[in-house]
């Protein structure tokens, strides 16, 4: 008999239950063996409460049933996060879970929209998209598939992670999965550098052949061990600690996240069933914890002042967050401020992506290098367009005049000089955001390109108005049919009401 394969998961947040959830779902049962080894005093960071629609993804493809989980978490719709305050202290945007408006004639619908409106403040360029309007107004609706205007959107959720974490716990157990309570006291290293078996305070010996090192920003086992090293990236994000606390719940909850931008950072607010998220990004060298929580009271009524919690991070990633036989999933891997929520998303992609290159053997160079290199653009091209957001501004404070006039980083600066000249974002092969994305929020903070693409030239600008002028009306008519997310959530459950299929992209569909 082929002995099983033991794979050892350290650490039981949100990261450490999703890999084992994963795992006990995907892999046979017969050929791996899966243990989880959490701390009894363990609490989940909890930053990661808004999510993209990836998740939906995740959870489906473990056959989670969507409502279930709804219930279970406390969680509400998601269409798109509100940016108040970027870029300049007037604006207001969306970047929703959608495309705006359509392609035609193979030119990127934004084109058409800077050939009718050019620099005008009195039309939005997210007023073209359906995910954005509907949750300014509060709206939810499942996206009809199929239908090239009501379908072209998708959707995520705000969701407790704490609760998350114990709902894929159950879900993992009832898989198959082992769970020790306990703390590590030592890490047993082969004589070739691989780790053997962690050592737990009672003495207990846990023996693995793979090590998934979930344990958040200690990074236990990928650095204190195996020393894979971290590359900072505070020069482009200069933000380094929040504090957060909860609120009540919202009489009439968006389906928005709100990210709004203060002095020396912004804050955020999610709105769940059960309460509110709240919490404030800042710089420490420009704002101190108690003004950092000063502000969050002022910003939020209701505020739990005997529960808040302050949260350090360095904003960067792992050298190598697959060294050996040890792979670094979640916070232990690297962090990005949950700015466009995609804290669980790095997470999902790390571990459908081992899953994927899972080898038979330690002796995998191909296939460590590969998950590297895949980690790796995933966090840097996420980087770069975190950094748009600081950097385009022209906001009057010491924090974020730095940001201004920064010097970014080559990849991006190659992208914004491109788009600057011409209108186009270059597309990726691999990477979360795609164009539609970086052109919503640099519109969205007056970043406006020097030229169009050179085919609308022949297009009449009072012509292309009017279209776009009808189809926004055509949009705003489709907002209004929809339910209030109270009510959307109320229904979630109801008899013939199917949530639709899940897609591994931001905007409800893969694009071609």
Known sequence: MVKPVDIVILGGGTAGWMSAAALSRLLPASRYRITLVSAPELQTVGVGE??????????????IDENEFIRSVGATYKLAIRFKGWGYEASDYCHGFGYSGERINDIEFHHYFLRAFGRSSEVDYDRFCLASLAARAHRFEYPKQGDSMAGRYGYAFHLDATRYADYLREFSLANGVKHILGKVESVQLSLSGDICSL????????EGDWFLDCSGFSARLIEQELNSGYESWQQWLPCDRA??????????????????THCAGWRWQIPLQHRTGNGVVYASHEMSDDEAAVLLNRSVEGIDESRLKVLSFLPGKRRKSWQRNCVAIGLSSGFLEPLESTSLYLVQVAIEKFIEYLPADRNCHAER?????FIDIEYERIRDFLILHYHQNGLNSSFWRYCATMALPDSLNL????????????GYRQGLFMP????????????????????MQKWPKHQIAQELTSYQAKLVSLVGQMSAHKYALGRA????????????SLYGFVSG
């Open 50 to 63: 808004a999510t993209i629609p990836h998740i939906r993804y995740f959870n489906q493809t473990l056959g």
């Open 199 to 206: 050592r737990l305070l009672n003495g207990e010996i846990i």
């Open 243 to 260: 504090v957060a606390g909860a609120s009540g719940a919202m009489d009439s909850p968006p389906t928005y996240t709100l990210s709004q």
């Open 369 to 373: 290098q590969a998950f590297n290199q």
């Open 415 to 426: 992208r914004l000089q491109l788009y600057d000249e011409t209108g186009h974002f270059s």
């Open 436 to 455: 539609v994305s970086w052109v919503t929020v640099a519109l969205g903070q007056g970043r406006y390109p020097q030229g169009i693409d050179g085919r």
């Open 493 to 504: 459950g109801e008899e013939g009401l199917r949530y639709p299929e899940a897609s591994p």
